[in-house]
């Protein structure tokens, strides 16, 4: 199918919804807001042109048309959330710039490394080190870490083919699935998350701070990090199991970066100092899409980073578009009662199921609809809310619900070869057969699901969250 078809498959489709009559208990104008959205999510699993453009023009054609009043329709480009992820997307930018990323990578290889095992955890506990400040988990995965574990299997003549069992295949393996973990653990972690915590809000009035996340996800993401490396170490074994060459290659790595440089020190800094005061949100009261802008104002005054760093991460400009335009429709619909009447209307055929039982059922729906999807994104846009308010409608506890779908919405990056950014890249090394990525990616969806849902719903009880 080529762009042009795609494009117009979008267009029909929002057309057919639009001319269809308007449902009993709708508004007309929520029912095209719905035809424009329904479109919208279309063009961007179809992609007939880049995501930013999608929404861009469907918040142009939402004001426009009058559906929406242009002042609301431009409204979501305000959300303090979608800001703290641009700020967050410099604070990786700065990582990347610096090589503290790299740097430090090669610091826990250079400490635990001497078995492959062992360099499974590395790479893992690398990623969740810069996991709160890089919610592109592309670039985390793919820019920081996907070069040394590259570098790693050629230092043990591990390649595709004939010798991808002997260490690449789980590195590749593990380092990927590492990532998948991490993605969930903060709201930062992974742009999609931050979507999230908004329609958690508009659609149920939950609201989950940066430290809410963060200390709800500990314990479950702590134990998948804990359990995932062993879990694909016994079901997909290396053939090589010590690796002492590792601590030498990290060690020479470090020799050749030369002592800390000012930018990375900066940036080390800013770094910590923004988890402390995430962290403490609660009692100082600041707000962490502030506390992540002034940090990076230290980052450009300090020259860790540039303006025309700031002015070329495409990245951080691209989310912000589209984030901020569907925040803006999914506002309207909710404003609109789309969400309460879809609600509504499910919950009335669950009528006499019990609560756990429909949110389980909407949970796994929600998880392993996934395969039809190869973005986050736009599965996020497509279900999160809706599945949501059915749950909440059910009678399941508001922030049992959100922030089950909220970490799942991570643990369905494991899934195939193509449902993140980062999973092209570590299948498209060549190491991992499609059949056996799959396979694993599955029995650690399990894995993930028990840990995340069962041990974390446990700990936001003790915790009191719900």
């Given at each position: 199918?080529?762009?042009?078809?795609?494009?117009?498959?979008?267009?029909?489709?929002?057309?057919?919804?639009?001319?269809?009559?308007?449902?009993?208990?709708?508004?007309?104008?929520?029912?095209?807001?719905?035809?424009?959205?329904?479109?919208?999510?279309?063009?961007?699993?179809?992609?007939?042109?880049?995501?930013?453009?999608?929404?861009?023009?469907?918040?142009?054609?939402?004001?426009?048309?009058?559906?929406?009043?242009?002042?609301?329709?431009?409204?979501?480009?305000?959300?303090?959330?979608?800001?703290?992820?641009?700020?967050?997307?410099?604070?990786?930018?700065?990582?990347?710039?610096?090589?503290?990323?790299?740097?430090?990578?090669?610091?826990?290889?250079?400490?635990?490394?001497?078995?492959?095992?062992?360099?499974?955890?590395?790479?893992?506990?690398?990623?969740?080190?810069?996991?709160?400040?890089?919610?592109?988990?592309?670039?985390?995965?793919?820019?920081?870490?996907?070069?040394?574990?590259?570098?790693?299997?050629?230092?043990?003549?591990?390649?595709?083919?004939?010798?991808?069992?002997?260490?690449?295949?789980?590195?590749?393996?593990?380092?990927?699935?590492?990532?998948?973990?991490?993605?969930?653990?903060?709201?930062?972690?992974?742009?999609?998350?931050?979507?999230?915590?908004?329609?958690?809000?508009?659609?149920?009035?939950?609201?989950?701070?940066?430290?809410?996340?963060?200390?709800?996800?500990?314990?479950?993401?702590?134990?998948?990090?804990?359990?995932?490396?062993?879990?694909?170490?016994?079901?997909?074994?290396?053939?090589?199991?010590?690796?002492?060459?590792?601590?030498?290659?990290?060690?020479?790595?470090?020799?050749?970066?030369?002592?800390m440089s000012r930018g990375e020190k900066i940036v080390a800094f800013v770094f910590v100092?923004?988890?402390?005061?995430?962290?403490?949100?609660?009692?100082?009261?600041?707000?962490?899409?502030?506390?992540?802008?002034?940090?990076?104002?230290?980052?450009?005054?300090?020259?860790?980073?540039?303006?025309?760093?700031?002015?070329?991460?495409?990245?951080?400009?691209?989310?912000?578009?589209?984030?901020?335009?569907?925040?803006?429709?999914?506002?309207?619909?909710?404003?609109?009662?789309?969400?309460?009447?879809?609600?509504?209307?499910?919950?009335?055929?669950?009528?006499?199921?019990?609560?756990?039982?429909?949110?389980?059922?909407?949970?796994?729906?929600?998880?392993?609809?996934?395969?039809?999807?190869?973005?986050?994104?736009?599965?996020?846009?497509?279900?999160?809310?809706?599945?949501l308010a059915v749950a909440v409608a059910a009678g399941a506890p508001p922030f049992l619900?959100?922030?089950?779908?909220?970490?799942?919405?991570?643990?369905?990056?494991?899934?195939?070869?193509?449902?993140?950014?980062?999973?092209?890249?570590?299948?498209?090394?060549?190491?991992?057969?499609?059949?056996?990525?799959?396979?694993?990616?599955?029995?650690?969806?399990?894995?993930?699901?028990?840990?995340?849902?069962?041990?974390?719903?446990?700990?936001?009880?003790?915790?009191?969250?719900?």
């Open positions: 199918m080529n762009k042009l078809t795609k494009g117009l498959l979008v267009v029909l489709i929002g057309l057919a919804i639009w001319f269809i009559p308007t449902p009993a208990g709708l508004k007309p104008q929520a029912w095209h807001l719905f035809a424009i959205f329904v479109a919208t999510i279309f063009g961007f699993i179809l992609q007939p042109i880049p995501i930013g453009a999608v929404a861009f023009i469907s918040v142009a054609i939402t004001g426009f048309l009058q559906v929406v009043k242009p002042a609301d329709v431009l409204s979501g480009f305000g959300n303090t959330t979608i800001w703290l992820i641009v700020s967050a997307f410099l604070f990786a930018k700065g990582f990347i710039k610096t090589g503290l990323g790299r740097r430090i990578a090669y610091k826990i290889m250079g400490a635990i490394g001497d078995s492959s095992l062992k360099l499974g955890y590395a790479m893992v506990l690398s990623d969740l080190v810069v996991a709160p400040a890089t919610p592109s988990n592309t670039a985390r995965a793919g820019g920081i870490l996907f070069p040394i574990v590259r570098s790693l299997c050629s230092a043990f003549n591990s390649e595709p083919g004939a010798t991808s069992r002997k260490i690449g295949s789980y590195l590749m393996t593990t380092t990927f699935q590492g990532n998948v973990i991490t993605s969930g653990m903060f709201i930062t972690s992974m742009a999609p998350n931050s979507l999230i915590v908004a329609m958690a809000a508009q659609t149920a009035g939950v609201t989950i701070s940066w430290g809410t996340w963060a200390l709800a996800a500990f314990l479950p993401g702590m134990l998948s990090i804990l359990v995932v490396p062993y879990i694909i170490y016994k079901i997909y074994a290396p053939e090589i199991t010590h690796t002492p060459e590792a601590k030498t290659m990290a060690q020479a790595e470090l020799v050749k970066m030369g002592p100092l923004a988890l402390i005061l995430w962290a403490t949100a609660s009692f100082t009261k600041l707000d962490a899409t502030m506390v992540a802008m002034i940090c990076c104002g230290i980052m450009l005054i300090g020259q860790a980073i540039t303006w025309n760093d700031v002015i070329e991460e495409k990245g951080a400009w691209d989310t912000l578009i589209w984030m901020g335009a569907l925040m803006s429709l999914a506002g309207a619909l909710n404003k609109q009662g789309m969400i309460a009447w879809f609600a509504k209307l499910v919950a009335g055929a669950l009528t006499g199921v019990s609560w756990w039982v429909a949110l389980g059922v909407l949970m796994l729906a929600y998880l392993y609809s996934h395969y039809a999807f190869a973005s986050i994104s736009a599965h996020v846009t497509a279900m999160y809310a809706a599945f619900a959100a922030m089950s779908l909220g970490v799942l919405s991570g643990v369905m990056c494991g899934l195939t070869h193509y449902a993140t950014g980062p999973a092209p890249i570590y299948f498209g090394a060549g190491f991992v057969p499609q059949g056996t990525w799959w396979k694993i990616g599955f029995v650690l969806s399990v894995v993930n699901s028990l840990l995340f849902i069962g041990v974390g719903g446990i700990w936001w009880k003790v915790l009191g969250l719900w």
